[in-house]
């Protein structure tokens, strides 16, 4: 609400100081024009040096271009500041969310600790909630990383083990831990397509990839999350698509989800929780592997496509593939 | 635990497997009943199903938020009393959840020891209530007709329908009718709280009760600010 009204304010004062500009610019437009034919009809008979000529047209074009320059100002200054603002309205809402992802592992983990403290737990409950323990321990582990991993720095350290991998079965693999992670049945999901190129890939980062497009597919599934997963490949470039048959995006949304902190609501599954970080981080990893990923989505209901295009090994220049591989060959040593 | 509580029903709404299994399991241990509903829909499918004595209620919950079960909850059943347990920390969601119907509310990490023994405070005032509004249940004052027992108010021509702290919370002014109740002690005798905790419930109780019963609340004439000090009822 906060926010609605103080864009408002700033709205209406903008539009206030354009009312006071252009009435001041009539005002001096009105000066200029009136005195000048006022020392035009006069200038002949008070001065012979001060007849009317060319240069002193020169102040009014001045003034014009000045006028104009700071309009334009001040229209940019207002672009900022709506782009300022919005920024501030995301970032508050990735600290509301970011808050209850911290809190809810926390408070689960506190609880079963204290449960362990003051009851007399028997030893297979007690192993199944260290289990849980553990669980979230790891679930705040990635949230933390996510969230430190947003900076340019750490994407970089993130990035730095790249190895030269089958496209199937670094894809196959990848994506059946996501989907055990994520409790996606067996029959649930199924990976298809040509198995033949290479790709340079860091595996870490690309496991990000897929953690963050199979737990979006669940959470924005009204049922069992459906995914498929298939692999087109030629000489030049690697393409997955993977396809889920979740709530789908409506077309306005679908350029803006790779936005960081950006998240859809959606009135069939409202209150999804998450950060607005995972498909901002999942396009800076695939644009780091020289690679392009884009959404398409036929509306609501109707799933969701992403189609990830990475280039193939073999297509790779000498230079880009000696850049990435020096840590491979480091280690080799 | 008193013995009496055990066997309560309680509906415990949360999506956190997590969480819940851990809370489940302690209620379980103190003696209660448990029906774990993991969204709003299935709270609510419960809930007009079964019968229960308590809810613990999460709010950001999956289609249906905790906001608007602790709504639909209160339409229907004015006495079951419902605490909320969080992770949203703003006073405004706090304010939102207590003036929807909640009891009490819970920010997420919470000590277990203070969760189970809130669930007690608020199984036995309900008890407490039930006996209480047997021994007396109608008073008056100006308009206003309350049946403590029924929890149905008449203001006019206007019905009203209290819940059970709010109930409570006016049972206690009314008993002490002209005379100054500070916040502690209404934290401390009506919600069984420590009052170094928390004041801000109360004002937003009282505020509740003026809304019902005051011709502008504003300028409240029966539930009456005593600057520094609490309220004070005065019903003519």
């Known amino acids: 609400m906060r926010g609605k009204h103080s864009l408002f304010y700033h709205i209406l004062i903008f539009i206030i100081a354009q009312l006071v500009w252009l009435l001041l610019l009539g005002i001096w437009i009105y000066w200029y024009v009136s005195n000048y034919i006022v020392f035009e009809k006069v200038g002949d008979q008070v001065s012979p040096q001060l007849v009317y000529d060319v240069q002193n047209a020169l102040p009014f074009i001045l003034g014009l271009i000045l006028l104009i320059g700071l309009s334009f100002t001040t229209s940019l200054i207002f672009r900022h500041l709506n782009v300022q603002l919005r920024i501030t309205e995301l970032y508050d809402n990735f600290i509301g969310n970011v808050t209850h992802e911290l809190k809810s592992p926390l408070a689960s983990i506190q609880l079963y600790l204290e449960t362990l403290k003051q009851r007399e737990v028997p030893s297979e409950k007690r192993k199944e909630f260290i289990d849980f323990m553990m669980k979230d321990a790891d679930r705040l582990q990635s949230l933390i990383n996510s969230i430190l991993e947003i900076s340019a720095q750490e994407q970089r350290k993130l990035l730095q083990n790249y190895h030269v991998y089958n496209t199937y079965f670094l894809v196959k693999e990848l994506i059946e831990e996501s989907c055990e992670k994520f409790r996606v049945p067996k029959d649930s999901y199924q990976i298809t397509g040509d198995a033949s190129s290479e790709i340079v890939a860091s595996k870490d980062a690309l496991k990000i990839v897929f953690d963050n497009l199979v737990d979006n597919a669940v959470k924005y599934s009204t049922q069992q999350a459906k995914i498929v997963a298939s692999l087109i490949c030629n000489t030049k470039k690697v393409t997955i698509l993977f396809t889920d048959l979740g709530i789908g995006i409506v077309a306005n949304e679908q350029k803006k989800i790779f936005n960081k902190f ?56 000498k230079r880009r593939l000696k850049k990435l591989l020096k840590n491979e060959k480091q280690s080799q040593v | 635990m008193t013995e009496d509580f055990k066997g309560s029903k309680i509906l415990l709404v949360e999506d956190e497997e997590t969480l819940a299994i851990g809370l489940e399991y302690n209620l379980i241990e103190e003696g209660y009943i448990v029906k774990w509903a993991k969204n709003g829909r299935d709270a609510i499918d419960f809930f007009e199903k079964e019968k229960f004595d308590l809810i613990i209620l999460d709010i950001m919950l999956p289609y249906i938020n905790g906001f608007e079960v602790a709504e639909r909850v209160r339409k229907s059943d004015p006495q079951i009393p419902i605490l909320m347990l969080t992770a949203k920390t703003e006073s405004g969601n706090k304010i939102k959840g207590l003036e929807k119907g909640a009891d009490d509310y819970m920010t997420k990490p919470f000590h277990l020891q203070e969760l189970l023994l809130r669930v007690k405070g608020m199984l036995k005032r309900k008890s407490w209530y039930t006996s209480a509004s047997q021994k007396q249940s109608d008073y008056k004052f100006g308009l206003i007709e309350i049946n403590f027992k029924t929890l149905n108010c008449r203001n006019g021509d206007e019905e009203i329908r209290l819940t059970p702290q709010e109930a409570m919370l006016l049972k206690y002014l009314v008993e002490r009718k002209g005379e100054i109740v500070t916040r502690k002690e209404l934290l401390e005798n009506v919600w069984h709280l420590n009052p170094e905790v928390e004041t801000r419930t109360v004002d937003i109780f009282i505020a509740r009760l003026r809304k019902y019963f005051e011709p502008d609340p504003s300028n409240p004439v029966y539930f009456k600010s005593i600057r520094g000090a609490g309220y004070m009822f005065e019903g003519k």
Request: net charge positive; glycine share 12%.
């Open chain 1, 262 to 317: 950006y998240r859809i609501y959606n009135k069939a599954i409202p209150n999804v929780k998450g950060t607005g970080l995972g498909l901002y981080r999942v396009k800076e990893i695939i644009k780091a592997h020289g690679g392009k990923i884009i959404v398409s989505s036929e509306g609501e209901n109707k799933g969701t496509t992403f189609k990830i295009e990475m280039p193939a090994y073999q297509a790779m220049s």
